[in-house]
Antibody
Framework: EVQLVESGGGLVQPGGSLRLSCAASGFTFSSYWMSWVRQAPGKGLEWVANIKEDGSEKYYVDSVRGRFTISRDNAKNSLYLQVNSLRAEDTAVYYC???????????WGQGTLVTVSS | DIQMTQSPSSLSASVGDKVTITCRASQGINNYLAWFQQKPGKAPKSLIYAASSLQTGVPSKFSGSGSGTDFTLTISSLQPEDFATYYCQQYNGYPVTFGQGTRLEI
């Protein structure tokens, strides 16, 4: 059974940084593209970033490019999102998700909440 | 960017009803269209991919159709557990984009 467990969220001031983590189990992590998707409180889903199986390709939504960095450690079955220069509009639940048959979100974690506020 | 527009934004229905949700893309997406269900406080769940293919374990009461720019999700014989918010997603290119959601209420 696929399990994705996010961690690392919290309250951070504008301009601050966090590193979000996603621990994967129940599947061959190194064989899957992975993704981060976020959801602001009471709002819809927004794709954030994708990373290829070996980390050689990364894609970002324009609003986070240059501030967020997606990475992975296949030896640790872990996915990461380094979020820098945080803004109030980055406040959201951040979900880790698998990509299968090119669909972002074949499986999802439970999410980790990032709140940007002074 | 490809804009995904869902209609209606909200929908009231009764147990046993059949409902249809529409998703329109701002340009052709080669059937790279997925549907998700999300219940309050929970992560989304994948229902359909490639416009009409059912994910493993998803009941056949859910069906998807469409091509090009216009797609539909149909849910037959509504049960209490089906009342949720539904999202479409295009994955034809970057950025991946979602519709704004359709809230299905009793």
């Amino acid at each position: 059974e696929v399990q994705l467990v996010e961690s690392g969220g919290g309250l951070v001031q504008p301009g601050g940084s966090l590193r979000l983590s996603c621990a994967a189990s129940g599947f061959t992590f190194s064989s899957y593209w992975m993704s981060w998707v976020r959801q602001a409180p009471g709002k819809g889903l927004e794709w954030v970033a994708n990373i290829k199986e070996d980390g050689s390709e990364k894609y970002y939504v324009d609003s986070v490019r240059g501030r967020f960095t997606i990475s992975r450690d296949n030896a640790k079955n872990s996915l990461y999102l380094q979020v820098n220069s945080l803004r109030a509009e980055d406040t959201a639940v951040y979900y880790c998700a698998t990509i299968r048959q090119w669909v972002v979100g074949d499986s999802w974690g439970q999410g980790t909440l990032v709140t940007v506020s002074s | 960017d490809i804009q995904m527009t869902q209609s209606p934004s909200s929908l009231s229905a009764s147990v046993g009803d059949k409902v249809t949700i529409t998703c329109r893309a701002s340009q052709g997406i080669n059937n790279y269209l997925a549907w998700f269900q999300q219940k309050p406080g929970k992560a989304p769940k994948s229902l359909i991919y490639a416009a009409s293919s059912l994910q493993t374990g998803v009941p056949s009461k859910f069906s998807g159709s469409g091509s090009g720019t216009d797609f539909t999700l149909t849910i037959s014989s509504l049960q209490p557990e089906d009342f949720a918010t539904y999202y479409c997603q295009q994955y034809n290119g970057y950025p991946v984009t979602f519709g704004q959601g359709t809230r299905l209420e009793i």
